[in-house]
């Protein structure tokens, strides 16, 4: 039986940043996520984390290396290519949820699709109708930001995140801006997504309750992955 392909995989992937003095940030990572997977990368400020979302999402490129999303090597894409395949192959999520303020629920989670032209299509409107109803947001449509919790909002954002259909979605701090309560119920729902949609998450978080509850723990340490225990 073949394998399948991964959502991303990084190959010997090292980034230097030279602002003058040449510092060298990631070392050597070797990493492979398989679409259903939930991952979540840990470590210390400083250790890389943000670094390697940064590139696994094409938002950077390395210093040296290989990069490959859905078995495509992306490592050296121009700009405009990159900005294509983050349009169409991923999912953001961050700690601030950068929601429009001037849009309500519903303009806010099609963002992703005015971008392909497809934001007014009864389709796609439906499907996202569709997930917000999943995620409790079906009463809550027309409200703005302003008018929802920060829990609310967030929620919001992983359902943009998902508008596009995207082979891997990665997530920064997703709860870390969050009480726990609603960090918990964020958290779950991105577990419950995970499960039900088979998208691939890559997450990076300081919370060692929600790391130990992915299928599999990064360890950073000084911009290399800390060998298994």
Known sequence: MSQPVSAVRLCQV???YD?????QVLFDINLEIVPGEFVAIVGASGSGKTTLLNLAGLLDTPSSGDIFLGGRNVSQLAEDERAYIRRDYLGFIFQFHYLLPEFNVLENALLPCRLRSQATAPETRERMISLL????????????PQQLSGGQQQRVAIVRALAN???????????GNLDRKSGRAVFELMRF???????AF?????DETF???????IHLEDGRIRPAQ
């Open 14 to 16: 090292a980034k230097t």
């Open 19 to 23: 602002n003058g003095v040449a510092t």
């Open 133 to 144: 109803r999943e995620v409790g947001l079906g009463d809550r449509l027309s409200y703005r």
């Open 165 to 175: 259909d995207p082979v891997l979605v990665l997530a920064d701090e997703p709860t």
């Open 193 to 199: 997504l995970n499960q039900t949609t088979r998208k």
């Open 202 to 206: 890559l997450m990076v978080t300081h």
């Open 211 to 217: 790391a130990a509850e992915a299928d599999r723990i």
